[in-house]
């Protein structure tokens, strides 16, 4: 299985299995009440239980909101880097020897523009999967770094750097006077350190979509309300729609 099978598994097995245990607690819960709940006003006493049982379970941990904020910016950072990507893949080839110096200042300025937008969401999403942790954030961390590492030399030669935390920086001044077909070569061709993490970015925004399903499953457990697709959570993450083990 490829990794990326794996990474998709081990956080499905992770999520159905906290999501259900849960789910079950919740059910308990609303059991107890009711059968705590007796005398002459038993029929009311039940149904505010049940009320006040709900409105519990409409709310979510401390650790699961924060967990669901978490996410919640990185699913966005997430789709943000794949159009990034797409725009800085889309920098034209050119007749290189006969560009004119107004025109490859122009095709500088212009990349610039674009690799800073990919840094600022980059570094976003790398942030947020850092704050919320967890072994497939990890897995997904360490894939990106990899991604950098292989392309460190043409990286740095364009004024773009990884710090310690994994975040990215540019030197503007010195990305200006780089050379204009090694700008295209290296952040606009398939296969590029840009293209790499473009790709991941979207098993990192499925993986935030996975997460937050679940979080909004488990807020309202024992309600047997249907998402936004159309089916139940479980049933998608165990074998349908786009959460299969398939990545």
């Given at each position: 299985m490829s990794l990326n099978g794996i990474s998709s598994l081990i956080t499905q097995n992770r999520l159905i299995s906290r999501a259900k245990s849960r789910s079950r607690s919740q059910s308990a819960a609303i059991g107890s009440v009711l059968r705590n709940s007796s005398g002459s006003n038993g029929k009311d006493s039940r149904l505010n239980a049940i009320k006040n049982q709900s409105k519990n379970q409409n709310s979510l941990s401390a650790a699961d909101a924060k967990s669901k904020?978490?996410?919640?910016?990185?699913k966005k950072a997430a789709g943000s880097v794949q159009s990034c990507v797409k725009n800085l893949l889309a920098l034209p080839d050119k007749e290189w020897d006969k560009m004119t110096e107004e025109e490859i200042t122009g095709y500088r300025e212009d990349a610039l523009s674009k690799v800073n937008s990919f840094v600022n969401?980059?570094?976003?999403?790398?942030?947020?999967?850092?704050d919320e942790g967890g072994k497939v954030n990890q897995i997904y961390l360490s894939q990106l770094k990899n991604y950098y590492d292989n392309s460190k030399s043409d990286l740095e030669k364009l004024g773009i750097?990884?710090?310690?935390?994994?975040?990215?920086?540019v030197n503007g001044e010195e990305f200006k006077k780089?050379?204009?077909?090694?700008?295209?070569?290296?952040?606009?061709?398939?296969?590029?350190?840009?293209d790499n993490v473009g790709k991941r970015a979207k098993?990192?925004?499925?993986?935030?979509?996975?997460?937050?399903?679940?979080?909004?499953?488990?807020?309202?457990?024992?309600?047997?309300?249907?998402d936004r697709y159309g089916s139940d959570i479980f049933d998608m993450l165990t074998g349908g729609s786009k959460y299969n083990t398939k990545g």
């Open positions: 904020e978490y996410y919640t910016t990185i969401d980059f570094n976003v999403m790398v942030k947020g999967m850092k750097t990884m710090k310690d935390d994994g975040t990215l920086s780089s050379d204009v077909q090694k700008i295209k070569k290296v952040l606009g061709s398939s296969g590029s350190f840009i098993d990192v925004e499925a993986n935030a979509e996975t997460n937050l399903a679940v979080l909004n499953k488990t807020q309202y457990a024992g309600n047997y309300t249907y």
